[in-house]
């Protein structure tokens, strides 16, 4: 067994200030953007993550492998100066929603109408390998892969590994513990042990399973490349967004009894045929079935839980803290919103953990309680509400408000997406403009039953 301790030291500047010994558990996307955050303000990280270094792994099936990175993401990747790569050399721009209608023919619904802003898509290994490659900069960072959580006294910041290579034991303690372990973390999973940890979880009914549309025999797109495709069919819906190589990652959201139904390549090329048409030649018949037999779909989970933080000795963030569904593109960007966050209670508060960690509690979760719940509620806008008239007439009068009061009236989607105000703040944002809406259609109504009633009295009396 191997027992490494903490150490301290004084910061790099020379002055008498506490370098902090930080472990961040999970080297997935925010726990390794975490880690650059805190090696930027001279503490000391170690990061232990359970797989073996990406890196090294070929791309991984199954997990989703791209994501769209919107403006939260970004302004974190700007903090660690990966942004401009992230962006501009790397990410593809999609500036609205393609919506594949049942004929084959397609529309555009725009984001952003008026200033035109974006969403990119980008490579989920590409960008973890970035931010760890990054992490190669910093004396203070250490990595350890094939690490495994198995135990944890939050309390004492003491954590124990496992080896997944040797099975060896490693016991480690820290001043501070970060669990960016994921949706089903360890780290929550010692939480929930303390009085007072509220949590809850739901699986929601449908599964997704990825499959995929190759670049075209000229290695370019065979879709026009910067939108988000959307195939909306009301209960399901398929969606595609676009890769560096010019394939798309396609992923199909369905409940799991339609996907069980499924199980015969014949059965599988009619339902195509009769729902996704236009896909199968880009997927190609035989891919189709080839990709769609190989794997099973996986499920959804959302997360809520809080407080996120034991003393000041433990902290949750990223989907270890909030899980969402991923409907609203918003799972990393809000992990990665934690990364700012907290970068600017430490600055606030002087590196004061207690402080740090009771604020991050306190004030983060009405926020990523929001996402989750429009993340729900986008499902539902993206399968189905995006083909009706009436969703189409409040986004006219929505994008038409924004261009005449841009700084008033932020539509719901360009505030999650395009600005950083809090989650929650948002929903109420959308609360007020709704009841400002019904009123006016309220006075409409009411002016015209008024008109059409004096035209019929004058009409009596004439
Ligand atoms: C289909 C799909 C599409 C998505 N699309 C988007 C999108 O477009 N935009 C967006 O913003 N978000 C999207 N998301 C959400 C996004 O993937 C997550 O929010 C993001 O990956 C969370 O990052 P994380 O680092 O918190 O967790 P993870 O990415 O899950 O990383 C956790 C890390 O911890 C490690 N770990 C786990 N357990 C242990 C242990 N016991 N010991 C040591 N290490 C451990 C894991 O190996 C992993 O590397 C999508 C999610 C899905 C499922």
Redesign the pocket.
């Known amino acids: 067994m191997t027992t490494i301790r903490n150490g301290h030291a004084n910061g790099s500047n020379g002055h008498a200030k506490k370098q902090l010994d930080v472990v961040v ?7 390794s953007l975490e880690a650059l955050f805190l090696a930027r303000r001279g503490h000391r990280v170690r990061l ?4 073996e270094d990406i890196r090294n792994t070929p791309q991984a099936r199954g997990r ?1 492998i791209n ?2 990175l919107s403006v939260r ?1 970004r302004q974190a990747l700007k903090s660690v100066g990966l942004e401009h790569h992230m962006i501009q050399e790397h990410g593809i721009p999609m500036r609205g929603r393609r919506i594949h209608k049942l004929d084959g023919s397609t529309y555009v619904i725009p984001y952003d109408a008026n200033s035109k802003q974006c969403i990119y898509s980008v490579g989920r290994n590409y960008l973890n390998c970035q931010l760890l490659e990054e992490s190669e900069k910093y004396g203070n960072v250490e990595r350890f892969f094939h ?3 198995v135990d944890a006294q939050l309390s004492k910041g003491s954590l124990t590994f496992q080896k997944t290579d040797t099975k060896e034991i490693v016991q480690v303690t820290a001043d501070l513990v970060i669990g ?5 973390s ?1 780290v929550r999973k010692a939480m929930m042990k303390q009085p007072l940890f509220d949590y809850s979880q739901k699986y929601i009914e449908h599964g ?1 399973l990825e499959l995929c549309i190759p670049a075209d025999e000229n290695d370019g797109f065979q879709m026009p490349a910067n939108f988000l495709h959307i195939w909306p069919r009301g209960e399901f819906m398929m969606i595609a967004l676009p890769n560096q190589d010019c394939s798309w990652t396609v ?1 199909l959201f369905m409940p799991f009894t339609n996907f069980k139904r499924l199980d015969t390549p014949e059965k599988l090329i009619a339902f195509f045929e009769k729902y996704f048409p236009d896909s199968i030649p880009l997927i190609g018949k035989n891919k189709l079935i080839e990709d769609f037999f190989a794997g099973s779909p996986s499920p ?1 989970v959302a997360v809520k839980c809080r407080p996120y933080h034991v003393e000041d000795k433990a902290l949750l963030i ?3 803290a909030h899980a969402v569904v ?1 409907f609203y ?5 809000a ?1 990665f919103e934690d990364c700012t966050l907290l970068d600017q209670l430490f600055q606030k508060h002087n590196d004061n953990l207690a402080d740090i960690l009771t604020e991050f509690s306190n004030t983060r979760w009405e926020d990523t309680f929001a996402i989750s719940d429009l993340a729900m509620y986008n499902y539902i806008e993206m399968r189905d509400l995006v083909t009706r008239p009436t969703y189409r007439l409040r986004k006219a009068i929505d994008d038409f408000i924004y261009w005449l009061l841009p700084r008033v009236w932020v539509p719901l989607y360009n505030s999650v997406t395009f600005t950083t105000m809090p989650y929650h703040k948002c929903v109420k944002n959308r609360e007020w403009q709704d009841k400002v809406l019904k009123k006016i259609s309220t006075i409409g109504l009411l002016a015209a039953l008024g008109g059409a009633a004096v035209a019929i009295k004058l009409n009596y009396f004439a």
């Open positions: 558990v999970g080297g997935g996307l925010v726990g232990y993550e359970y797989r989703s994501l769209a993401g690490h495994k959580l960016a372990d994921g949706a089903f360890g997704y992923t959804l990223g989907d270890a991923p593109g918003q799972g990393m960007n992990g």
